[in-house]
C-alpha cells in the first residue's frame, strides 16, 4: 500500500518543498497533478519519536510511515513560536522577512486551480492571524485533533470524481503543553505516581501559567525542578503525541484506498513547526533558545 512513498525531515526542506510545488503549479494543471496534504504535528521534538531514534512507543504510526519514505535527519525550525514558523514555512522566508505582502502556499496552488482546504485545531493558526488567506475553506477547531478530522473526510468523501486537484493543511495542537492527554495515553507512559516539585493538582496549573493562561501560586515560583520533574512532564507530552498519533494514523488508514487519492501520484508532507524545550536551556518548557531541534517529513 505504501508504494513509492518518500518522508523529508526539516522545515528547511519543506520550504525547498513548497518551491518544487510552485514550480508545478505555473504550468496548466494537467489530470495528473498530485493532490497534497500538508499535516503539521505542533510542538514534536524529533527525539522523541521512534523515526529519530527514541525507544519510546509515542508515534508508531508515524514510525511505519517512515520506514516506506523519506526522513530527513536535519530539522531546523526557523521559529521555535507557532505563528512565525508557519508563515515561515507557508511564504517560504525566513521569520524577519514574511509579510502581507507575500503570497502563501495556498494563495499560490489557488491561483493556479487547486482547491484549497484547511481543517485546523487548537488555535494559533487562525484566520485571525492570516492563515486563511488563499484557502477556499478554512476550518478551526478549538481542541483535538480528532475533532478536526471528520470534516477533513467528509470534504474528501464528497469530491466528485473529475475534481480538480486540492491542497489540504492539517494542523494539531495535541502534543503542545498544557498537556491533557485522556488517561488511558498518560498511562502508556506514567508508570508511577508523580512525587516531584509539584502537587500533582498543581501540575496543569503550572503548564497553564507557562503558556500565560493563569497566575501561579507564590510557591511554585520557588521550584527547584529535579530530574523526577522533566520525567514526569515529558512523560505526559508523550501521552499527547501518541494521542496524536493515533488520530493521524486513523486518518490516513481511513484515505488509503479513497478514489481520491492516489499513493503513487499525490503528496503527503509531515512535519513539526517546533520541538518542546524541556530544561534544554535551562527552562521548562516554551522559547528560551529558538530552534528546538524538530521532526518534518513527506511522502508521495
Ligand atoms: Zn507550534
Not at 63 to 73: C, E, I, K, S
Not at 261 to 284: C, I, N, Q, T, Y
Given at each position: 500500500?505504501?508504494?513509492?512513498?518518500?518522508?523529508?525531515?526539516?522545515?528547511?526542506?519543506?520550504?525547498?518543498?513548497?518551491?518544487?510545488?510552485?514550480?508545478?503549479?505555473c504550468?496548466?494543471?494537467?489530470?495528473q497533478?498530485?493532490?497534497?496534504?500538508?499535516?503539521?504535528l505542533d510542538?514534536?521534538?524529533?527525539?522523541?519519536?521512534?523515526?529519530?531514534?527514541?525507544?519510546?512507543e509515542?508515534?508508531?504510526?508515524?514510525d511505519r510511515?517512515?520506514?516506506?519514505?523519506?526522513v530527513?535527519?536535519?530539522?531546523?525550525?526557523?521559529?521555535?513560536?507557532?505563528?512565525?514558523?508557519?508563515?515561515?514555512?507557508?511564504?517560504?522566508?525566513?521569520?524577519?522577512?514574511?509579510?502581507?505582502?507575500?503570497?502563501?502556499?495556498a494563495?499560490?496552488?489557488?491561483?493556479?486551480?487547486?482547491?484549497?482546504?484547511?481543517?485546523?485545531?487548537?488555535?494559533?493558526?487562525?484566520?485571525?492571524?492570516?492563515?486563511?488567506?488563499?484557502?477556499?475553506?478554512?476550518?478551526?477547531?478549538?481542541?483535538?485533533?480528532?475533532?478536526?478530522?471528520?470534516?477533513?473526510?467528509?470534504?474528501?468523501?464528497?469530491?466528485?470524481d473529475?475534481?480538480?486537484?486540492?491542497f489540504?493543511?492539517?494542523?494539531s495542537?495535541?502534543?503542545?503543553?498544557?498537556?491533557?492527554?485522556?488517561?488511558?495515553?498518560?498511562?502508556?507512559?506514567?508508570?508511577?505516581?508523580?512525587?516531584?516539585?509539584?502537587?500533582?493538582?498543581?501540575?496543569?496549573v503550572?503548564?497553564?501559567?507557562?503558556?500565560?493562561?493563569?497566575?501561579?501560586?507564590?510557591?511554585?515560583?520557588?521550584?527547584?525542578?529535579?530530574a523526577?520533574?522533566?520525567?514526569?512532564?515529558?512523560?505526559?507530552?508523550?501521552?499527547?503525541?501518541?494521542?496524536?498519533?493515533?488520530?493521524?494514523?486513523?486518518?490516513?488508514?481511513?484515505l488509503?484506498?479513497?478514489?481520491?487519492?492516489?499513493?503513487?501520484?499525490?503528496?503527503?508532507?509531515?512535519?513539526?513547526?517546533?520541538?518542546?524545550?524541556?530544561?534544554?536551556?535551562?527552562a521548562?518548557?516554551?522559547?528560551?533558545?529558538?530552534?528546538?531541534?524538530?521532526?518534518?517529513?513527506?511522502?508521495?
Amino acid at each position: 500500500m505504501w508504494s513509492r512513498q518518500r518522508l523529508l525531515a526539516c522545515v528547511e526542506t519543506s520550504c525547498l518543498l513548497v518551491l518544487g510545488l510552485i514550480g508545478i503549479a505555473c504550468r496548466p494543471a494537467p489530470v495528473q497533478t498530485p493532490n497534497v496534504i500538508l499535516v503539521s504535528l505542533d510542538t514534536l521534538r524529533a527525539d522523541h519519536t521512534g523515526l529519530y531514534g527514541s525507544s519510546l512507543e509515542t508515534r508508531p504510526f508515524l514510525d511505519r510511515l517512515g520506514r516506506d519514505a523519506v526522513v530527513f535527519d536535519r530539522a531546523i525550525a526557523q521559529c521555535s513560536h507557532t505563528v512565525d514558523s508557519h508563515m515561515s514555512l507557508l511564504q517560504s522566508r525566513y521569520p524577519t522577512r514574511t509579510s502581507t505582502e507575500v503570497a502563501t502556499l495556498a494563495e499560490v496552488l489557488q491561483t493556479h486551480g487547486f482547491t484549497t482546504v484547511a481543517f485546523t485545531s487548537g488555535g494559533l493558526v487562525s484566520p485571525e492571524l492570516g492563515f486563511a488567506r488563499g484557502f477556499d475553506r478554512y476550518d478551526s477547531y478549538p481542541d483535538v485533533f480528532v475533532d478536526s478530522l471528520p470534516a477533513a473526510r467528509t470534504w474528501i468523501s464528497e469530491l466528485p470524481d473529475d475534481h480538480p486537484p486540492f491542497f489540504m493543511f492539517l494542523h494539531s495542537y495535541d502534543i503542545h503543553s498544557p498537556f491533557t492527554a485522556p488517561a488511558s495515553f498518560v498511562d502508556l507512559f506514567v508508570k508511577e505516581p508523580y512525587e516531584g516539585s509539584l502537587r500533582p493538582e498543581e501540575t496543569h496549573v503550572y503548564q497553564r501559567h507557562l503558556l500565560g493562561l493563569d497566575p501561579p501560586s507564590p510557591d511554585m515560583m520557588e521550584v527547584e525542578w529535579n530530574a523526577v520533574d522533566r520525567a514526569y512532564f515529558e512523560a505526559l507530552y508523550d501521552a499527547g503525541a501518541r494521542e496524536n498519533d493515533e488520530a493521524l494514523g486513523t486518518f490516513l488508514k481511513w484515505l488509503d484506498g479513497r478514489r481520491s487519492w492516489d499513493w503513487s501520484r499525490d503528496l503527503l508532507v509531515v512535519f513539526s513547526d517546533h520541538g518542546e524545550e524541556f530544561w534544554d536551556h535551562m527552562a521548562p518548557r516554551g522559547t528560551a533558545r529558538p530552534c528546538t531541534r524538530n521532526c518534518c517529513g513527506c511522502r508521495w
